[in-house]
């Protein structure tokens, strides 16, 4: 019904929860006598078709994620990479995995004219700090494609801060806030419009530098329903920021986005 090629905004949502029900599962549960840990399961999201689209696009993705001594991770969202953990409050990765964030042409007639930003492969880097009830993590994306192709280099970075609550056994949530930034490399290819853009398209010219793109909310609930089984939900609410905000290509500043995901350990 969908392809990894079309997914785009809702694969980077379930790829938070798909972290986030790693983080969750027991240290006991894997294979009796074997230093893999496996889960299992499905995501559906839901989020804009492009960044600064007024159009909501579905996904639905089957959910792999495998395991070896708690620290090699292979996943169908979080890519292949490595985590080590400092202390029970800090943790550090880093993994190979497509950057989903893309454009298209047909996503919009506005946007014919302006070239396609595709999917690329990308490194990723990521730390986390868990002092009591207050959850702060930062992460980057840089993609590694082609540098000739729009948007085929650039980095974006991720800052998240929440708090953890507890609202009932077996029920966890977390509220919070986020930012978004990126590079004059990635900006540029997502909300900037060049004088030959602008005159294929009929947009006007836009410069995008580097700097803050977005700011938002974010609420995240996880449900075990048993010792495998885990629930996973989580709310975003961007407002685009800086020089996207006023970038032609954005239709609708305000950007909300809508993940659950459904996953068993084995």
């Not at 579905?58 to 985590?83: D, K, N, W």
């Not at 540029?188 to 398209?201: D, I, Y």
């Not at 996973?232 to 995901?261: C, H, N, T, Y």
Request: hydrophobic share 45%; proline share 5%; aromatic share 6%.
């Amino acid at each position: 019904m969908f392809s990894l090629h079309t997914l785009g905004a809702p694969l980077l949502l379930l790829g938070t929860l798909c972290n986030a029900a790693a983080q969750q599962a027991p240290a006991t549960v894997g294979m009796p006598g074997s230093a893999w840990t496996l889960r299992g399961g499905v995501g559906v999201a839901v989020a804009p078709k492009f960044p600064g689209s007024d159009k909501r696009q579905p996904g639905l993705l089957p959910v792999f994620e495998a395991r070896y001594r708690e620290q090699f991770f292979m996943s169908t969202l979080r890519g292949a990479g490595y985590e080590v953990r400092i202390n029970e409050q800090i943790r550090f990765s880093a993994a190979l995995a497509p950057d989903m964030e893309r454009r298209r042409a047909k996503d919009d007639k506005r946007l014919t004219g302006l070239g396609d930003v595709k999917w690329a492969p990308a490194l990723r880097l990521g730390a986390e700090l868990n002092a009591g009830p207050l959850l702060l993590s930062a992460g980057t994306s840089t993609r590694l494609g082609k540098s000739k192709e729009l948007g085929g280099r650039g980095t974006r970075v991720e800052l998240d801060a929440g708090y953890a609550l507890q609202a009932m056994p077996g029920v966890g949530l977390i509220v919070g806030a986020s930012a978004q930034l990126m590079d004059s490399k990635l900006a540029s290819a997502l909300f900037g419009v060049t004088p030959a853009q602008a005159a294929a398209s009929g947009l006007a010219a836009h410069q995008a530098d580097a700097g803050l793109t977005s700011l938002g909310l974010f609420a995240k609930a996880h449900y075990r329903i048993d010792s495998d089984w885990s629930l996973q939900a989580k709310l975003d609410l961007a407002s685009l920021r800086g020089a996207a905000a006023s970038s032609p290509i954005v239709k609708k500043k305000l950007q909300p986005g809508l993940a659950l995901m459904v996953s068993r350990a084995f």
